[in-house]
């Protein structure tokens, strides 16, 4: 199993960033995909990142592609979430999540099978 708890989040004046670090249990971290999720109130969760189990490949929203940067450090067991430029409409809870996505969509929350509590992101305008 995998335990995965964030922390990070905060209040920033649009325009700001902020970074989301996300540490995981467990001696099997680098055998499991990790994503970045978020949802606002009577939203559904939506996609915001994944990096490959080595790290080799990321996919990004098209919201946040160029203003956000997901990273890993196997050794560390954790992962990163560099959010830039941040605007008012990217104000919501951010996940973190761990599967074993294979060949399945790691747009898809269904994929993963481990998350943790969630951060308040707040970009205010």
């Known amino acids: 199993q995998v335990q995965l708890v964030e922390s990070g989040g905060g209040l920033v004046q649009a325009g700001g960033s902020l970074r989301l670090s996300c540490a995981a249990s467990g001696r099997t971290f680098s055998a499991y995909d990790m994503g970045w999720f978020r949802q606002s109130p009577g939203k559904e969760r939506e996609f915001v990142a994944r990096i490959s189990r080595s790290g080799g490949y990321t996919d990004y929203t098209d919201s946040m592609k160029g203003r956000t940067t997901i990273s890993r450090d196997n050794a560390a067991n954790a992962v990163y979430l560099q959010m830039d430029s941040l605007r008012p409409e990217d104000s919501a809870v951010y996940y973190c999540?761990?599967?074993?996505?294979?060949?399945?969509?790691?747009?898809?929350?269904?994929?993963?099978?481990?998350w943790g509590q969630g951060t308040q992101v707040t970009a205010s305008s």
């Open positions: 999540a761990a599967g074993r996505v294979g060949s399945g969509d790691v747009t898809d929350y269904r994929s993963y099978e481990y």
